[in-house]
């Protein structure tokens, strides 16, 4: 995965993580996040967002010509989250088609005065999961007939400048910390910290309590955390 400098300072820098505890929200009930709760939690005023939403809306009432704006505005924030789940940005384009699909077939089911990018970020989420699953059992096969191949050799970094090189290293570091995390850990940390959900969104995609989805978001900080001061300590 190759991300360019803004988007490298995002991977390597952690911020606090924190919120009230709340109930139980459910995974994909549109219903349990009105829009003015969303953006009064985040405390910003996301045009996006509210475009996004209001497309949704018309999309959800049967405009078929909206899903063309609809994937516009939505489609880059579902990807860059499925690049962060998977750290895979060939798959991730996959799961983006998948994942609108999804969206396509569900429209009905959406509520008008509903949050969209929580919703959107749900089923990309089970979209991926169901990937997962897939995958753990055709690598299962693999493994059991002896086709697994070798994985592929990187580029030798002989000829990156220092700084590109320091680079590269953490965010490898970052990237196979996050891929060793439990997935329930990886996603609340993408969630919160990458995408700028709050924690009652994040409760709303991942079908978990506040309280729940925040400590799979620390520990998965303390574990990155971690992995970067050993990572500082070798330099």
Known sequence: MVLPGAELTMWVSFGHIGASSAAALPMVDSKAMPRSAIRAATGTADASARLLDAVMERYARGEDGAFGELYRHGAPRVRGFLIRLSGDPALADDLTQEAFLRVHKARGNFQAGAAALPWFFAIARNAFLDHTRYAQVRRAVELSDGSV?????????????????????????????????????????????????????????LGATEGAVKIRAFRAYEALRAALGQGEGRR
Do not use: M
């Open 149 to 205: 191949s070798p994985p592929e050799r990187e580029a030798d970094a002989d000829t990156k400048g220092d700084e590109a090189l320091i680079a590269r290293e953490t965010l490898d570091l970052v990237r196979a910390t996050l891929a060793k995390l439990p997935v329930f850990q990886r996603e609340a940390f993408v969630l919160l910290r990458f995408e700028g959900l709050s924690v009652s969104e994040a409760a709303q995609v």
